[in-house]
């Protein structure tokens, strides 16, 4: 037998599934919960490489993951939550369009940190990282541009004692009624007592 003649004994794929570091840092693993992981993971390999969508059937899915119906229908619903992916139906199928999430950290107090969602797939995250690297640069982005960008301003939704419900802005925490109301506020960001009103003093003492 010659070489020509010889085939391979196995074959193999080092195709990786990515997930950003950060968001890894940030909590996000947390935040989803395993099963919700594990979809993630299932959707993402059984994309194209050159495609940003999978197409698979709910059993698939629950035969990859060992998720039951109803665990995979939640985390489906969670990663919609959490912008890593959108459902779009097509007749009685479900198309999984994967989405990538970049958090981006203000540099500049008078500007919020902002989350961008732009296509997921080998090729179309690359080729969309230095349009979003040109907008933390810039702050422009073109408008032909699948990446979306949302701010990420506090809104805490609180009602005063013969009060209607108020909006309030993280920005403006300051302006919440000491007692019980900031109190809670405090502990539902998880600040230290007292955290409100200092940060109040720091930044008037700033201007």
Known sequence: MTENDQQELFEFDLTFIKFLRNNVRRGELR??????????????????????????????????????KKGVRAAVLKLEERKYLEVVKSGRKNIYKLLEKVHLESTRPQVSDQVATLPYGATETRKHFSALATYAKTGELDKASPIIINNLDLTI???ATGSSAVFINAKELDQIPRGQYRDAVERILGLVPGAIEDASKTDKGDD
Not at 34 to 40: P, Q, Y
């Open 31 to 68: 935040e989803l919960g395993a099963n919700a992981v594990s979809v993630l993971i299932c959707l993402r390999a059984l994309a194209p490489i050159q495609g940003v969508s999978a197409y698979p059937t709910r059993e698939t899915i629950m035969e990859l993951t060992g998720i039951g």
């Open 157 to 159: 939704n609180y009602a």
